[in-house]
T-cell receptor, first 114, second 111 residues
């Protein structure tokens, strides 16, 4: 196990609703990245948070937003849900000062939009 | 633009054989290239990485080869086991945590 936990594990929402997904990073990790993984595809980078500030963003609209808290846990918020938002949402935490490529993924939250 | 792709979506091998999974990338500016393994119901798991100034790196039963001339990356798994069955992704990395993933190769190991 990676020590990165995500909640909930599964979620069903209706188009137009809002959703909040949560991630607890591994102890000592101050960087959290969020990815969207559609079925049969590789994960796509949404954004990254470092010490509570957004530190880079992928090609996702503003209705995807996030937060990082002082304990380095993080939230992903998606407003005005669309059917295409149905995917596995992955959170990855990374240590500061560690090996550059170290990223530990949680098991993901499976979001279904109906 | 950035893109990372894999040559074959599926690969089936016999237990004990060696596996080779290939990947083509387009961004020459990436510092690191990484291979991940994703089992059903789990998040990606780091296998091995290689810095862009290297051409080969070995781990336990795995070897990654990088050919910058043709922008090609490969993962070799020695003595493939049933537990190696999973989806394998190559990814290129700009900095820690920000990776661009390809679409994956599903490896099936037949007993």
């Amino acid at each position: 196990e990676t020590g990165v936990t995500q909640s909930p594990t599964h979620l069903i929402k209706t188009r137009g609703q809002q959703v909040t997904l949560r991630c607890s990073s591994q102890s000592g990790h101050n960087t959290v990245s969020w990815y969207q993984q559609a079925l049969g595809q590789g994960p796509q980078f949404i954004f990254q948070y470092y010490r509570e500030e957004e530190n880079g963003r992928g090609n996702f609209p503003p209705r995807f937003s996030g937060l990082q808290f002082p304990n380095y846990s993080s939230e992903l918020n998606v407003n005005a849900l669309e059917l295409d938002d149905s995917a596995l949402y992955l959170c990855a935490s990374s240590p500061s000062g560690g090996r550059r490529t170290e990223a530990f993924f949680g098991q993901g939250t499976r979001l279904t939009v109906v | 633009g950035e893109s990372v792709g894999l040559h074959l979506p599926t690969l089936s091998v016999q237990e004990g054989d060696n596996s080779i999974i290939n990947c083509a990338y387009s961004n020459s500016a990436s510092d690191y290239f990484i291979w991940y393994k994703q089992e059903s119901g789990k998040g990606p798991q780091f296998i091995i990485d290689i810095r862009s100034n290297m051409d080969k790196r070995q781990g336990q039963r795995v070897t990654v080869l990088l050919n910058k001339t043709v922008k090609h990356l490969s993962l070799q798994i020695a003595a493939t086991q049933p537990g190696d069955s999973a989806v394998y992704f190559c990814a290129e990395q700009v900095n820690a945590g920000k990776s661009t993933f390809g679409d994956g190769t599903t490896l099936t190991v037949k007993p």
